[in-house]
């Protein structure tokens, strides 16, 4: 089966930019969670879908992170305007099974704000 | 907010040696997961211990969990140079609307030497 996948892989935008982040999660995983890592910092979620409905968004961290997931299947993640500290790996992750479970993790996207 | 916390942050040893990981985290947990990164990939989640769990194996993994310690350890036996990598450990709560969230530590970077 095709793991979680993320679009792109790299993204480097200028302060004050938007970007959108893709998440294909596995086909049929109901559960779809974001996390990102700040450079230097510890792995920190962000929220988690349940189908289309957000079961949890307590660690979004401000009102320019704007996060989708219509139909239950593929999510997006819009950062709109960028700010330079948004940069950093943005990872998805998928899981079939109610949490808590082992979750299968994409590749991340790197953001870069300059 | 509960936080795992790995030591050491950097192992370095000899292909063949055993490395051993530990963590801790503050509050009460439903499981402990270890996640693995290669540089540039994403997180392959390697195991997961309940909190009724003392122990458990998988290959050459053995994870042990002390949940009066509030600590795990990972230890990887006769480790090989594709085992270099970062890890990572995560807890998960037991319940409430944030039960899909995992809540990650600094990490620990192995490196293996041939």
């Known amino acids: 089966e095709a793991g979680v996948t993320q679009f792109p892989s790299h993204s480097v935008i200028e302060k004050g930019q938007t970007v959108t982040l893709r998440c294909d999660p596995i086909s049929g995983h109901d559960n779809l969670y974001w996390y990102r890592r700040v450079m230097g910092k510890e792995i920190k979620f962000l929220l988690h879908?349940?189908?289309?409905?957000?079961?949890?968004e307590s660690g979004m961290p401000n009102n320019r992170f704007l996060a989708e997931r219509t139909g239950g299947t593929y999510s997006t993640l819009k950062v709109q305007p960028a700010e330079l500290e948004d940069s950093g790996v943005y990872f998805c992750?998928?899981?079939?099974?109610?949490?808590?479970?082992?979750?299968?993790f994409g590749s991340g996207t790197r953001l870069t704000v300059v | 907010s509960q936080q795992g916390e790995e030591d050491p942050q950097a192992l370095s040893i000899q292909e063949g040696e055993n490395a051993t990981m530990n963590c801790s985290y503050k509050?009460?947990?439903?499981?402990l997961q270890w996640y693995r990164q290669n540089s540039g990939r994403g997180l392959v989640h390697l195991i997961l211990i309940r909190s009724n769990e003392r122990e458990k194996h998988s290959g050459r993994l053995r994870v042990t969990l002390d949940t009066s310690k509030k600590s795990s350890s990972l230890l990887i036996t006769a480790s090989r140079a594709a085992d270099t990598a970062s890890y990572f450990c995560?807890?998960?709560?037991?319940?409430?609307?944030?039960?899909?969230?995992?809540?990650f530590g600094q990490g620990t970077i192995l490196t293996v030497h041939p």
């Open positions: 509050t009460s947990i439903n499981n």
């Open positions: 992750a998928s899981s079939s099974q109610p949490p808590p479970a082992g979750y299968t």
């Open positions: 879908f349940v189908k289309e409905s957000k079961q949890d």
């Open positions: 995560a807890t998960a709560n037991a319940g409430g609307t944030s039960y899909g969230k995992l809540t």
